[in-house]
């Protein structure tokens, strides 16, 4: 464990930043898959020529790490993602990214995971599932930190996908493909990728199972119209938190409805200020929202690309 040390030694703010410790509770185990690890992967697994044209060496790659929307991100995002085919390529994400972040003060880590985006690829969801409770246990056992993952449907593929790949958990679940306690460190589902047209409520049947089930549910709001899509998933789909939530400020009733239920929401400075539609990140005033007892917390989103 890295501790906190004296005052003397803190010498500027910076330090201060980097040593204070930390919950991450919006990562996405995929979005923190950089350049150099995508070859390191591509090239293990014999790969290389399989990469798309502009991933083809590294500054290509980070060339590419650049976009003007949501959508132009999660394009390249799910590319990157297509280099994990083994159990140990999902052990290796999670390994990696604890690595990093214990140098940032991180001591917990909520991060979740698309299956959807790997089984339509022909990735069979135990090899996903094993080889990240597997690496999330070697890293908490090596980094002294905690982790519990979040399984994120993708919005864009139809509600019946959802409820078959969350059905599909329960069944290795069942099955105890590793040991209950780590079974029991997926806590979550949330709801990720193409906002526009895909509402919250499209996936009411699926949050009410893994509700009765026992799981957190959160979802992402941050795209044109969010704010019809916070209303939803707080009144609808009654999520336990809100992930980005940028357009809150707009809606004093709901603002206050999120903090008299203590819904809390996982602000994500970097990736707003590069795919939103305002750069500027005073719009959406974060200290005022904190001023208003609204539990905000910053978060990484995808470090890799941001
Ligand atoms: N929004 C939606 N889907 C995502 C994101 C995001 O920020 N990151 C990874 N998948
Ligand atoms: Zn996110």
Redesign the pocket.
């Known amino acids: 464990m890295n501790s906190i040390s004296t005052k003397d030694e803190i010498k500027t703010l910076n330090d201060l930043c980097f040593q204070i410790p930390k919950s991450e509770l919006h990562v996405?185990l995929?979005?923190t898959l950089d350049p150099e690890m995508i070859f390191k992967i591509a090239e293990r697994n014999n790969a290389i020529e399989n990469l798309p044209s502009n991933f083809k060496s590294l500054e290509s790659i980070k060339k590419s790490y650049n976009y003007k929307n949501?959508e132009e991100?999660?394009e390249i995002?799910y590319l990157a993602s297509k280099v994990l085919l083994k159990e140990e390529d999902f052990s290796e994400i999670v390994m990696n990214y604890f690595k990093k972040v214990l140098n940032h003060g991180v001591k917990y880590a909520e991060m979740?995971f698309?299956p959807q985006s790997h089984t339509r690829r022909g990735i069979k969801l135990e090899t996903i599932i094993k080889g990240l409770l597997i690496g999330l246990k070697i890293s908490e056992e090596r980094y002294g930190i905690k982790g519990n993952l979040i399984l994120?449907f993708l919005r864009d593929l139809s509600e019946e996908d959802a409820i078959k790949t969350f059905q599909n958990f329960l069944e290795l679940k069942e099955l105890k493909i590793v040991e209950d306690s780590l079974l029991e460190k997926i806590i979550g589902v949330g709801l990720?990728?193409?906002?526009i047209g895909n509402p919250p409520d499209k996936f009411k049947n699926v949050f009410k199972l893994a509700k009765e089930k026992g799981f957190k549910l959160c979802c992402?709001c941050?795209d044109e119209g969010s704010l019809e899509n916070i209303r939803k998933s707080v009144e609808e789909l009654n999520v336990d938190r809100i992930d980005?939530g940028i357009d809150i400020y707009l809606d004093e009733n709901l603002l206050n409805k999120c903090v008299d239920k203590r819904i809390p929401y996982t602000f994500?400075p970097l990736?707003t200020k590069k795919?939103q539609r305002t750069p500027d990140l005073k719009v959406y005033n974060l200290d005022g929202l904190l001023e208003k007892d609204l539990l905000v917390t910053v978060n990484s989103?995808?470090p890799a690309f941001f």
């Open positions: 996405h995929e979005g949501l991100f999660l995002y979740f698309d994120c990720d990728s193409s906002e992402h941050h980005h994500c990736s795919v989103d995808d």
